[in-house]
């Protein structure tokens, strides 16, 4: 399950020189291999993974959802990783969010997503596990994934732990070095509870799944500087995870206080959706093609 979407989308910026000291988060990052290429292994991927959230450079990964959007993505100057978004692939196959979509058919657009990067890692997003977290992941593994996210859905800790060790244990099975990323929803669903307390039970539940094994640790909503910070200071810098939303902390930001790695969610989706939209409202209103698409499909 992502973030929800309720807020306005953020604004795009692809322009190195308006980003500033961000331009450089990506800095001496090859072109990703040729489409359809796959001379890296599912090892070599994992490991690759872990490296990129272990440096000192925020890692950054626009979210995909099909193979299409893989291969945009994929082929951009930067991309050194991509990630799935469980919102995005079940929407974009008439389901709901949620794991209304079936296990198996998630699977298999996550492995088409695989293949269609060729040697980039992709992480999933195993929403909670569908019931059976171990499973999930050795399925995900199976076609390719070298990481996932695993949300507790602010479930009892000891049942969210019980989760994330049995991800762990499957991960271990496979022989290859899985990324796991566990997620809180404590922030999502805090609803009126006092922010300090959120941000307490956060962290506790940070180091309990870092304590079971767990890669990295996914805290997505608007979360100020403040809350980050103190976040990775508890849990380590390169650990703390977040998620890209209309009014998140600069990326400059992020990096400097220690985040692991950005990603977006559903919103790379509604980038694209709100753009669509906007083309049939130009159309109908007697326009055209904006005058700076590109010709990518």
């Not at 976040?231 to 995870?241: D, I």
């Amino acid at each position: 399950m992502d973030e929800p979407a309720d807020a306005d989308p953020p604004q795009g910026n692809d322009d190195p020189d308006r980003l500033g000291a961000l331009g450089r988060l990506g800095r001496a990052v090859p072109r990703p291999p040729a489409y359809g290429d796959h001379m890296t292994s599912t090892a070599e991927k994992a490991t690759r993974l872990q490296e990129l959230h272990a440096a000192p450079e925020l890692l950054l990964v626009v979210n995909v959802w099909d193979a299409i959007t893989a291969k945009v993505v994929a082929e951009t100057t930067g991309t050194r990783a991509l990630a799935t978004p469980s919102h995005g692939i079940a929407a974009s196959r008439g389901y709901a969010d949620g794991e209304n979509i079936p296990r198996d058919l998630m699977i298999s657009e996550i492995g088409l997503i695989v293949r269609t990067a060729g040697d980039l890692p992709v992480t999933a997003d195993l929403e909670a596990g569908y019931g059976d977290p171990g499973g999930t992941v050795t399925k995900a593994i199976e076609v390719g994934a070298v990481g996932c996210n695993l949300e507790d859905q602010a479930r009892p800790l000891d049942e969210s732990v019980k989760a994330v060790e049995a991800a762990v244990a499957a991960a271990q099975a496979s022989g290859i070095d899985f990324v796991l990323n566990a997620r809180t929803d404590v922030f999502l669903k805090a609803g009126d509870r006092d922010p300090d307390d959120v941000l307490a039970d956060a962290v506790e539940r940070g180091r309990a799944y870092l304590d079971a094994g767990a890669s990295n640790y996914f805290v997505p909503g608007k979360l100020d500087e403040t809350q980050v910070g103190r976040l990775v200071e508890a849990l380590g810098e390169r650990k703390v995870n977040l998620i890209g939303i209309p009014g998140s902390i600069p990326l400059t930001r992020a990096q400097e206080l220690g985040v692991s790695r950005v990603s977006y969610g559903p919103w790379s989706q509604n980038v694209a959706l709100t753009a669509l939209a906007k083309l049939a409202e130009d159309v109908y209103a007697g326009g055209g093609l904006p005058a700076d698409t590109r010709k990518l499909n």
